[in-house]
């Protein structure tokens, strides 16, 4: 696997089209030791900029980076086995990112969704601005899964008894309020925030483990085109 990726990369390294390598989505370490995770990424991280000199380099992190003060919310601990934080600091990681989930990770209140994912976002904006060296910061994904007719139970283990309530409204909303903290982000000098990305969209028949019955679906794709 190491021969191949290392061929892929000194092949492509000069393309346009590609925007960035992105080491390894959502990364974790079941026995909570976010320093392995740490050191495999700046091996990583290491063999690629030795290839390639050209492409910038991240990781597709959720934003775990074990805050004291809000070590209760699980998005803020390293229970995970990562440390953001850590990470970021690395020489050869040219950009942030995180993930945004409020309704699996925070609150099962509508009234909360917005409010907590401003303060996701802005929070880890003021961690790359001020601890990692105004590093970009990139929302590579966020949505809320809903139903606009009545609230359902969620279909994951780790959240039994849960319940989503958001609407396509609330939806909407927390869209609207990405698009705003992006534009704050262009209008100041560190331009912090550099890109957001929604996952995901699909059809509504489409159903796969976390996304099924297609509760994350942006809106239904017309199946004739």
Request: hydrophobic share 35%.
């Amino acid at each position: 696997v190491r021969d191949w990726s290392l061929y892929c990369l000194c092949r492509t390294r000069y393309f346009d089209l590609i925007h960035s390598w992105d080491i390894c989505n959502e990364p974790r370490n079941c026995h909570n030791e976010p320093e392995k995770v740490t050191a495999w990424v700046k091996r990583v991280a290491k063999i690629i900029k030795d290839k390639d000199k050209v492409h910038p380099v991240t990781v597709g992190l959720e934003g775990f980076y074990g805050d004291p003060d809000h070590f209760g919310d699980n998005p803020y601990n390293m229970s995970e086995g990562v440390s953001w934080l850590d990470i970021g600091k690395l020489k050869d990681i040219d950009f942030m990112s995180i993930h945004l989930w409020p309704d699996k990770w925070k609150t099962n209140d509508p009234n909360d969704i917005i409010a907590w994912s401003e303060k996701w976002i802005t929070c880890h904006m003021a961690v790359c601005r001020d601890h990692l060296d105004s590093k970009p910061l990139v929302l590579q994904e966020y949505n809320i899964s809903v139903d606009p007719d009545r609230a359902w139970e969620v279909e994951d283990k780790n959240l039994i008894g849960k319940k989503c309530r958001a609407t396509q409204d609330t939806r909407q909303q927390l869209f609207a309020k990405v698009r705003e903290l992006m534009a704050q982000s262009k209008s100041e000098n560190y331009k912090i925030l550099r890109g957001t990305m929604v996952w995901m969209i699909a059809d509504g028949t489409y159903a796969s483990g976390t996304y099924a019955s297609g509760h994350y679906k942006g809106r239904k794709i017309d199946q004739e085109g």
